[in-house]
T-cell receptor, first 111, second 117 residues
Framework: DAKTTQPPSMDCAEGRAANLPCNHSTISGNEYVYWYRQIHSQGPQYIIHGLKNNETNEMASLIITEDRKSSTLILPHATLRDTAVYYCIVLVYNQGGKLIFGQGTELSVKP | GAVVSQHPSWVICKSGTSVKIECRSLDFQATTMFWYRQFPKQSLMLMATSNEGSKATYEQGVEKDKFLINHASLTLSTLTVTSAHPEDSSFYIC?????????????FGQGTRLTVV
C-alpha cells in the first residue's frame, strides 16, 4: 500500500492560506490522492481528491507535483472552524477502494 | 455530498453484553461499506470492508467472531460488538461509497462512541 507522510502539526493565522504538505513517493500511476479532515469527535469529512491534475472546489485546492510523489492541500482563507486533523490518503487499488488513514496533520488556526 | 448516518451516536453497555451499531446511506446505494475504530489521540484504524450480500473482509488482527458485520442491503450495514469488554471502548465510524471505481469518494458517518463499563 502506498504510504503517506505528513507533518504532525501546523499553525496558521486566521484569514491566511493554510498549505498542508503530503509525501506519497510510492504512489502508483493509477492511484488517487484523497484529503479528508476530522474535527474532534466527528466522522471524517471529504475535502478533495485528484489523480495528477490540480483540482479546486469550494473548500480547497489540491496541487499535485508532476512526478506525483507529493501534494499540497491549500485552504485559501483559513478560519477558526478549519481547525482539525487533516488526512492525506492514497486510495488502495483493487481492494474495494478502502482508505487507510495515516497520522495526519493537526492544523490549528489561530486568531 | 451524500449522507451516511450512524445510530446510536453513543452507547454505554455492561461488560459481557453485545452492542449493535447501524450505518445507513440515506440518499445513495452503498455497494461497499467500511468500519473503522479510533482510540483517543489516534488515527482511524480500518477494521473491515463489507460488500452488500457478501461476507465481510477483516483486516489483520481484527477478530471476526467478536466484531460481526452484516451488510444485508445497499443502504444498511451493522456492526455488532459481541461480549464487549472495557478495552472495546472506542469511537466506531463507518463509511460508504457508491462504487469501487477509483474516482469515487467515500462518505463517513458521524461515529458512535462506545463505552463498556
Amino acid at each position: 500500500d502506498a504510504k503517506t507522510t505528513q507533518p504532525p502539526s501546523m499553525d496558521c493565522a486566521e484569514g491566511r492560506a493554510a498549505n498542508l504538505p503530503c509525501n506519497h513517493s510510492t504512489i502508483s500511476g493509477n492511484e488517487y490522492v484523497y484529503w479528508y479532515r476530522q474535527i474532534h469527535s466527528q466522522g471524517p469529512q471529504y475535502i478533495i481528491h485528484g489523480l495528477k491534475n490540480n483540482e479546486t472546489n469550494e473548500m480547497a485546492s489540491l496541487i499535485i507535483t508532476e512526478d506525483r510523489k507529493s501534494s499540497t492541500l491549500i485552504l485559501p482563507h483559513a478560519t477558526l472552524r478549519d481547525t482539525a486533523v487533516y488526512y492525506c490518503i492514497v486510495l488502495v487499488y483493487n481492494q474495494g477502494g478502502k482508505l487507510i488513514f495515516g497520522q495526519g496533520t493537526e492544523l490549528s488556526v489561530k486568531p | 455530498g451524500a449522507v451516511v448516518s450512524q445510530h446510536p451516536s453513543w452507547v454505554i453497555c455492561k461488560s459481557g453484553t453485545s452492542v449493535k451499531i447501524e450505518c445507513r446511506s440515506l440518499d445513495f446505494q452503498a455497494t461497499t461499506m467500511f468500519w473503522y475504530r479510533q482510540f483517543p489521540k489516534q488515527s482511524l484504524m480500518l477494521m473491515a470492508t463489507s460488500n452488500e450480500g457478501s461476507k465481510a473482509t477483516y483486516e489483520q488482527g481484527v477478530e471476526k467472531d467478536k466484531f460481526l458485520i452484516n451488510h444485508a442491503s445497499l443502504t444498511l450495514s451493522t456492526l455488532t460488538v459481541t461480549s464487549a469488554h472495557p478495552e472495546d471502548s472506542s469511537f466506531y465510524i463507518c463509511s460508504a461509497r457508491t462504487a469501487e471505481t477509483m474516482n469515487t469518494e467515500a462518505f463517513f458517518g458521524q461515529g458512535t462512541r462506545l463505552t463498556v463499563v
